[in-house]
């Protein structure tokens, strides 16, 4: 079984440029997350999605960061424009169920630098 | 909110030392636990989990047992080798109904032979 996939693996920009990051989850699961990374932290939470509908948005930036998740596949997180402090591992995970607690499987992970 | 506090890092011991990553959490409701492990270069793996209280999760030699009197979730191996050298994170998710995973802030763990 293919595992999560993420594209691209890294990516440099200058901030005020946008950039936007790709995300294929597991076939089949249902449930699909964006988590931020920050050097030195534990991941955290950006959107998670339920089929193709938004379940949890609270801690997206939404006046420079949005996550769409057409048709209930594939799933595209864009930033615009980028500061400085968005330098961060962007995980991708999905999940096969939204009843109970499931674990959920991480793509590679794409790195952003912002200079 | 719900959240996970781990011990300070990073971690250095010598090959088939005694491991032991200390987490407790705090949480609403009755969460599920977690441990992931990344290794350099990839992404985060599950390495063991539990659901309830006194379960305990084991995978590879790691064992942690779900202390919910003392709200934690410790992580200990009786003997590590080279290959463990990764960041260990503790997760806790459903502690308020939701799916997300809380993690905490990590432990690097490096292993001397």
């Known amino acids: 079984e293919a595992g999560v996939a993420q594209s691209p693996r890294y990516k440099i920009i200058e901030k005020r440029q946008s950039v936007a990051f790709w995300c294929n989850p597991i076939?089949?699961?249902?449930?699909l997350y964006w988590y931020q990374q920050i050097l030195g932290q534990g991941p955290k939470l950006l959107i998670q999605f339920q089929n193709n509908g938004v379940v949890d948005d609270s801690q997206l930036p939404k006046d420079r960061f949005s996550a769409e998740r057409l048709k209930g596949v594939d799933s595209t997180l864009k930033i615009q424009p980028a500061k400085l402090e968005d330098s961060a591992v962007y995980l991708c995970?999905?999940?096969?169920?939204?009843?109970?607690?499931?674990?959920?499987?991480f793509g590679p992970g794409t790195r952003l630098t912002v200079t | 909110g719900d959240s996970v506090t781990q011990m300070e890092g990073p971690v250095t011991l010598s090959e088939e030392a005694f491991l032991t990553i200390n987490c407790t959490y705090t949480?609403?409701?009755?969460?599920?636990l977690f441990w992931y492990v990344q290794y350099p270069g990839e992404g985060l793996q599950l390495l063991l989990k539990a659901t309830k209280a006194d379960d305990k999760g084991s995978n590879k030699g790691f064992e942690a047992t779900y202390r919910k009197e003392t709200t934690s979730f410790h992580l200990e191996k009786g003997s590590v080798q080279v290959s463990d050298s990764a960041v260990y994170f503790c997760?806790?998710?459903?502690?308020?109904?939701?799916?997300?995973?809380?993690f905490g802030q990590g432990t690097r763990l490096t292993i001397n032979p």
């Open positions: 949480a609403t409701g009755y969460p599920s």
């Open positions: 076939s089949g699961h249902a449930t």
């Open positions: 997760a806790l998710s459903g502690g308020q109904g939701a799916q997300k995973l809380v």
């Open positions: 995970a999905s999940s096969p169920t939204d009843i109970g607690n499931y674990e959920q499987y």
